[in-house]
């Protein structure tokens, strides 16, 4: 169920937009059978990290959701308004500061940009998935010659 769309226009005021999502439509939290937040971002929130990651912990849990982050990075540091953000981090450390927001709200976190996909946490569980598999396969093949030879 897709909730609401926020958006912290001339700012990246997060906390507000988060505060919005959990207290005014999360409400209804018992009708719903699980809880989403997916924040689309191209940069750091105006807030600091440790109080954003305090945050959400406290909400992420007594609201029984999660919260992902899908960071977009784009080259120039000012948006398409000539807007300058109150907060400025490079893009390495606009990812650092999200995967430890993600890590306290138990979500997933994604970075790409104009080349690619820089980082993500799904494709990093399914690479997992797939060499385990292709390890359960070679010692299937081990095994499988192993019998072969004793016959």
Known sequence: ??????????????????????EIDFKEKDKHKSQGLYLLTTGIPDQETHTISAYVAEVCRGFDLQLHV?????????DSNGIIPARYANPTETAIAFKEIVQAANGRFHWFGEA???????ITVIVSEMEKAKNYSQKCAFLVESLKQRS
């Open 116 to 122: 690619g996909i820089f980082e993500s946490d799904d």
């Open 70 to 78: 899908c960071l977009f990075s784009v080259l120039e540091d000012v």
């Open 1 to 22: 169920r897709w909730v609401l769309s926020l958006q912290c226009k001339g700012s990246r005021n997060f906390m507000s937009a988060l505060r919005r999502a959990v």
